[in-house]
Structures are given as structure tokens and as C-alpha cells.
């Protein structure tokens, strides 16, 4: 994909950044790509210990290498404190990944996704609202939005009334939010509904990353609805050439708000057995496999509609689960041998 350098009315360039959730999986690969382009980022995380906060450092370690790349320890619920970074007033777009991620996790710790996900959407809104050249706001919401639904494809004119888990509510409340902002405000926004990333770099609570582990270790894994779900995966290269792409080229035409949402997928959902094997095939070694009920906060299948992205910026997903994952295996063994 070709991408320009041009702000959203394609007359200057873009030269500089925040993103939030820097130390996390996609937001080191976003600042990462941005780096490459001659982009500074400045880059906030609050380093939290949901998961280890090493493999954090390891990849602020690696953007840190580029000179332009400046880090805050922060979490951005904490409005004053966000307001008073150096810098951070007078960047051309905001990439807002940080949030408080896990399904099952929101079921047993719901008021720290209130805090992360919710005022920490608010606080990002108010920094875009006071900046002093009205920055564009990209921001991750997810597909965990569309809940309960059973149409295939997910497309963004669904309904999005019924979420399953405290997390999915939190990230529809987010979209609800920044449409207020639009509206009120006329801040430009871009919601970009993320399906199962996965890919080096990841993160271990995720399914392809614990499952890898558990058949290297020979322990068994736990796997659930008797293995009756699908996931659309979405490698991390892929992921981030359709952020970069929101970022890097002009907003499209909206109506009179503008806020726009978009799925972001590999538009082709994979069998969790299926899964199980190309992790087999790529370990070189069988799963030990243990069946259980369907989880609470779990859905059946997630299955994007990216055509709406796709016409507006050139989105096309390239790589297939049997690539994808053995590159993540390659990684992960090296990652656990360093």
C-alpha cells in the first residue's frame, strides 16, 4: 500500500504523534512504522502488570533506539497530568490504543476497565478538545462490540446493542462518547474495530500465544464450546498498515459529524480446531486437548466486513493464518531462549 506523508486536508505533512498504549502490542508497532516514516511519536503508557511488564520494557527498549521517540510513564486517566506533557498539545493526530483489554479479565476486575476504558476515552477526548491545533483522533475500539449478533460478516451498520461482557460495553461506550464529540465539538474521528490480533511482539493472554506455550510445555489446553468458535485473526502487519493509513492519508468525505468507524479484519474467520492445527503443524508437536462449556463473555464467531475500509483506504489484508503464525512461532521461541 502506497501511503502519503499529508495531513487530513492533504496540504502539510504530519510530524508528530501521540500514542497512547505505547508499550503495548499494536501500539509498538504503530510507533514503530511512524518512526520509520521521519514521524516523532511520543508515546504514554501507564505499564500496568495485567501481563508481564518486561515484554513492556522490551519493546519500549526497541523504540527507543529512535531519536524520535519520547516516552512518559502515565496513565491516562490522569487528566491534569496528561495535560501537562511536554509536547503533547501541538501534535497532528492522536493514536489512542490504550485501554484495559481482556474478556474474561472485566468479569473479575470491572471498575479498572472503568477507569482505563472509560475515563481514560474522556480524558483523551478532552486533551483533542483543549489542543491547540485540533489534532485527528484514531482510536481502537473493537469487534467484541457486536456482541450477540449472528449475521455474518460484521458490518458497521449493525446493531451493537448487545454486549456480552463489561469489556465490549466499555468500547461501544467509547464510540457513543466520541460521536458526542463530534457532534458537540466537531473533533475528526476515526474508531477502528480491531479483530484478534496476533502476530511477534503479542500478548501472552491471547489464545495463540497460551495455547503455543501450553503444547510447547506439553500441558494441555483448555478449549472451549468443545471447540465450536471461530475468530477472524488479523496479523499485525496487516493490522498496522490500516491504522497507518488512517493516520497518514486524508480523512474521507463525512456527513455533517465527523466520526467515522471501520472494521479492521482479516475478513476470513478460521475454525478454532483448524487454529489448533496450523499451531500444531508449526510447533511440530500435538495439543494436549482438554474440552469445556462456553465461557461467559465468549462469543461464537467473529467475522469482519472490511469492505468499507477498504474502499476508503485501500485496505487489503495479505496474510492467511498458515503464514502468520509460524512467524509468531519462529519469535516466540527465540523470545523465550533470550
Do not use: C
Request: glycine share 8%; net charge negative.
Amino acid at each position: 500500500m502506497i501511503i502519503s506523508n499529508a495531513d487530513r486536508s492533504g496540504s502539510s505533512k504530519t510530524e508528530a504523534v501521540l500514542v497512547t498504549g505505547a508499550a503495548g502490542f499494536i501500539g509498538y508497532y504503530v510507533s514503530l512504522a511512524l518512526l520509520q516514516r521521519g514521524i516523532r511519536v511520543i508515546g504514554v503508557d501507564n505499564l500496568n502488570d495485567y501481563y508481564p511488564v518486561s515484554l513492556k520494557q522490551a519493546r519500549l527498549d526497541l523504540l527507543s533506539a529512535h531519536d524520535g521517540f519520547t516516552f512518559h510513564s502515565l496513565d491516562i486517566s490522569d487528566h491534569a497530568w496528561l495535560l501537562a506533557l511536554p509536547g503533547v498539545k501541538g501534535v497532528d493526530v492522536v493514536i489512542h490504543l490504550a485501554a484495559q483489554a481482556g474478556v474474561r479479565y472485566s468479569l473479575e476486575n470491572p471498575f479498572v476497565y472503568a477507569a482505563s476504558n472509560l475515563v481514560g476515552h474522556l480524558s483523551i477526548l478532552e486533551l483533542v478538545r483543549q489542543a491547540a491545533k485540533q489534532p485527528l483522533l484514531v482510536y481502537a475500539s473493537s469487534s467484541s462490540v457486536y456482541g450477540a449478533n449472528t449475521k455474518v460478516p460484521f458490518s458497521e451498520s449493525d446493531p451493537v446493542n448487545s454486549p456480552v461482557s463489561l469489556y465490549a460495553a466499555t468500547k461501544r461506550a467509547d464510540e457513543l462518547m466520541s460521536e458526542s464529540y463530534a457532534r458537540l465539538y466537531g473533533i475528526r474521528q476515526v474508531g477502528l474495530r480491531f479483530f484478534t490480533v496476533y502476530g511477534p511482539w503479542g500478548r501472552p493472554d491471547m489464545a495463540y500465544w497460551s495455547f503455543a506455550e501450553k503444547i510447547l510445555a506439553g500441558e494441555p489446553i483448555q478449549v472451549f464450546n468443545n471447540g465450536h468458535l471461530e475468530r477472524d485473526f488479523t496479523y499485525i502487519d496487516d493490522i498496522v498498515s490500516g491504522v497507518v493509513a488512517t493516520v497518514l492519508q486524508p480523512m474521507k468525505p463525512v456527513t455533517d459529524v465527523p466520526h467515522r468507524i471501520y472494521n479492521i479484519g482479516n475478513n476470513t474467520p478460521v475454525q478454532l480446531m483448524r487454529f489448533i492445527e496450523i499451531l500444531e503443524q508449526s510447533i511440530g508437536k500435538k495439543a494436549l486437548i482438554q474440552f469445556e462449556p462456553m465461557q461467559p463473555g465468549d462469543v461464537h464467531s467473529t467475522y469482519a466486513d472490511v469492505s468499507a475500509i477498504a474502499a476508503d483506504y485501500g485496505f487489503a489484508p495479505s496474510t492467511p493464518l498458515e503464514t502468520g503464525i509460524p512467524i509468531f512461532i519462529d519469535w516466540l521461541r527465540s523470545y523465550k531462549t533470550s
